[in-house]
Structure formats: C-alpha cells, structure tokens
C-alpha cells in the first residue's frame, strides 16, 4: 500500500472480507467463570455470527501447554496475575492447570468453534510468538485483524503490539475484551487509541462491507 493510499485508509472504517479477519483471545473453557462474570460473551457470540455471515475468517489463538510444563516462559516476574507476590507461601506454578489436548483449552462452546475456523495453539502472551499465526494470515491475504478477549492488557495488548510492528491494521473490539477493570479501562482509553483503532462490537459490525 503507497504512502498515498494509507492516508485515505486513516479516515475510512470499511472492513472488507478479503482483507479482514478476526482474531479471538483465549476465549476458553478453562476462564469461563471469568469471562461470563465480565459479560463479554454475548457481544462476541454476535461479533462472531456477524463475521460468518460476511465470510471475514476466524482465528482461535488459545492458550497450549504441555502437560510436563517444558514450554513454559523462562521470564521471572515479582508477583502473579492478581499482584500477590512470589514466595514460600506462593510458589510459580511449574506445570499448567490443564495440559495440551484438555477440553478446558478449547473455545468456549458458544463460539461454535469448526473446521472451517482456523486454530492457533500458542505457548506465549502473543499470539503471534512461536505461532502460524502471521503465516496464515498473510496467505489469506489478511492486512487487518479484529482483536477481542482477554485478559486486555496480557495477550491482547502484547497481540496488538507485535501486530503494529509487522504493519498490520489494528481494530480493538473495546466492549469484547476483558480483564481486570483497571488495567483494561487503562489500555482502551490510553494506550490502544494512540497505536490501532478502538471501536465497539456495533461498530465493527457496522463498518463490515456485505
């Protein structure tokens, strides 16, 4: 795309199916609770319905380990994910909750997860690290992703941020991400507009091209 042809994009909301797809951030079994607590579910059981009826393609990118935690991240950090920090009375977990092949890994049933949708197991924050993500994209010819999930400012943030660095165009679905309500409030008010586009479910639905 020529410099030229970029400015006109910065203006215009069209979402094409031959150029759009929407990418589902660990939308699983395993934080069902979570994610039903949040609410989320519903916009994006329609967000999704309203992709398969224009043909925009699905990637599941769902979190996969190892039963034996051999593919773990290395990184060390000071607390877990509610702040808490490490130590004698709360150890890093050294194998996951659910291993590769679990029913708990999978998309949450309302999903309607099929063949025809596109699975991206991943070992990392991003779906991109270590995933065929980019290369399935770039097959189908895919310049803009749809970004919904959580936990915000984990897998879709780190998500949002490699796919900007590989000049990808970047819509964050703010009422179908969720998370902790400070960081995610955080991150669509003041990090994901200076970097891609924040829109809502109707929105994004509006703005697809039949």
């Known amino acids: 795309m020529g410099r030229e042809a970029r400015k006109v994009a910065y203006g215009d909301d069209q979402l094409f199916k031959n150029d759009t797809g929407l990418v589902i951030f660990d939308m699983l079994e395993c934080y069902r609770s979570a994610i039903e607590e949040a609410g989320t579910l519903p916009r994006v059981v329609k967000l999704v319905e309203a992709c398969r009826r224009a043909g925009l393609p699905i990637f599941f990118a769902r979190a996969d380990h190892r039963s034996d935690g051999r593919d773990f991240a290395l990184t060390m950090s000071d607390t877990d994910s509610r702040f808490r920090p490490w130590g004698p009375k709360n150890k890093p977990p050294i194998v996951p909750p659910h291993g590769s092949g679990s029913a708990m890994l999978?998309?949450?049933?309302?999903?309607?997860?099929?063949?025809?949708?596109?699975?991206?197991?991943?070992?990392?924050?991003?779906?991109?690290?270590?995933?065929?993500?980019?290369?399935?994209?770039?097959?189908?010819?895919?310049?803009?992703?749809?970004?919904?999930?959580?936990?915000?400012?984990?897998?879709?943030?780190?998500?949002a941020y490699a796919a900007r660095d590989m000049d990808y165009q970047v819509t964050v679905v703010r009422d179908a991400c969720h998370g902790f309500e400070m960081q995610k409030e955080f991150f669509l008010d003041h990090v994901f507009p200076r970097m891609c586009r924040v829109r809502t479910v109707d929105q994004v639905i509006a703005s697809i091209v039949p």
């Open 106 to 159: 999978m998309p949450l049933r309302e999903l309607d997860f099929s063949a025809s949708d596109f699975d991206i197991p991943k070992h990392r924050w991003s779906a991109f690290a270590g995933t065929a993500l980019d290369v399935t994209l770039r097959s189908l010819g895919i310049t803009t992703i749809l970004l919904v999930g959580g936990s915000t400012h984990v897998g879709v943030a780190s998500t």
